[in-house]
């Protein structure tokens, strides 16, 4: 009885820990579209050529797999510097 409630309460952590995981890659995603979407507008407004490389680079690393991969720090996904340049 008692390793049923331990694999019950294990599951529940996980969930638990996937569903807090869920919100904060939206949140992270939502916010680097954002700085995304300003740096091209001005690239666009100082009439540098428009490339759409930011929008492939941020494509590369899926959603699902920053929620599943929750023992990485959000930023070790992108190199920032580079994608905000």
Excluded: G
Excluded at 12 to 24: A, D, H, P
Excluded at 62 to 74: A, E, G, I, P
């Amino acid at each position: 009885m008692s390793s049923r409630i331990l694999v019950v309460s294990a599951f529940c952590t996980l969930w638990l820990i996937i569903f807090i995981r869920n919100f904060q890659v939206h949140t992270y995603r939502l916010e680097l579209i954002n700085k995304i979407s300003e740096r091209n507008l001005l690239e666009i407004r100082e009439l540098k050529e428009f490339s759409d490389w930011r929008y492939k680079e941020y494509n590369k690393v899926s959603y699902d797999r920053m929620v599943w991969m929750f023992w990485k720090d959000l930023d070790s996904f992108y190199d920032l510097d580079n994608l905000l340049k």
